[in-house]
C-alpha cells in the first residue's frame, strides 16, 4: 500500500499504463505509447523492488529517501540526452503528431523515472514537469478531437498529485535526515 500512496495512483495501477498506450496510438502520439509501454511500466516495476529493498529503518510503510551525488546527476544528465536525441529520430520515423513536446515528454518520463527508482524526491517534480507537458501535447490533440479533454484533465489530476507528493517526500527527507543526525 505505501508503493500505491507513494508512487501515486497512475504508476501503481499497470492496466492504466496499457489503457494509456492504446489512447496514445489513436492520436499518433507513438513516443507516449513507446515511453509509457517501454519504459515507465518497466521501471515502476524496478521502482517497486527498489524501494521495497530499501524501507526505512526496517518500517516497510516507509521508503528510505536516497539522495543522489552531483556525478549521478551527471550521468542521468548524459542519459537523457542520449535517449532524448535517439527517441527524436524514432519519433520522427514513425512521423508522430506533436513532435516537438512529444520528445520532451519523452525526456522528463526519463528522469522522471531514473528519479523514482533511484528513491529521490524529485522524482516527482520531474513527473509535475511531464504533466505540464502532458496537459499541453494533450489540449493540442484536443484541439482536433474534443474526445482527448479528457486526458487533459487526468494530467491536470496527476499534476496537483506530483506537487502534493513532492512536498511531502521533501517532508520525509527531512524528517529521516533529523532522525539520522541525532
Not at 517501454?38 to 536516497?66: C, D, H
Not at 524514432?90 to 527508482?117: G, M, R
Not at 524526491?121 to 490533440?141: E, K, R
Request: contains cysteine; proline residues 2%; charged residues 10%.
Amino acid at each position: 500500500a505505501f508503493v500505491c500512496t507513494s508512487l501515486g495512483h497512475r504508476r501503481c495501477v499497470y492496466g492504466c499504463f496499457l489503457l494509456y498506450g492504446i489512447i496514445s496510438f489513436t492520436f499518433a502520439y507513438y513516443g507516449e505509447m513507446i515511453t509509457y509501454l517501454g519504459m515507465t511500466m518497466p521501471m515502476a516495476i524496478f521502482a517497486l523492488v527498489s524501494w521495497l529493498r530499501n524501507p526505512y529503518n526496517g518500517n516497510k510503510a516507509e521508503v528510505k529517501v536516497n539522495n543522489i551525488s552531483k556525478t549521478e546527476y551527471i550521468w542521468m544528465l548524459v542519459l537523457t540526452a542520449i535517449i532524448t536525441v535517439l527517441f527524436y529520430f524514432i519519433l520522427k520515423h514513425f512521423e508522430t503528431a506533436n513532435i516537438v513536446p512529444s520528445t520532451i515528454s519523452v525526456t522528463t518520463s526519463f528522469i522522471a523515472v531514473y528519479l523514482t527508482f533511484r528513491r529521490n524526491p524529485y522524482f516527482a517534480l520531474a513527473y509535475a514537469t511531464n504533466d505540464i507537458v502532458l496537459i499541453i501535447l494533450w489540449v493540442l490533440a484536443s484541439i482536433y478531437d474534443i474526445k482527448y479533454i479528457s486526458v487533459v484533465v487526468c494530467f491536470a489530476a496527476f499534476l496537483v498529485n506530483d506537487i502534493y507528493g513532492f512536498v511531502n517526500w521533501q517532508k520525509m527527507k527531512i524528517r529521516q535526515n533529523q532522525k539520522q543526525n541525532l
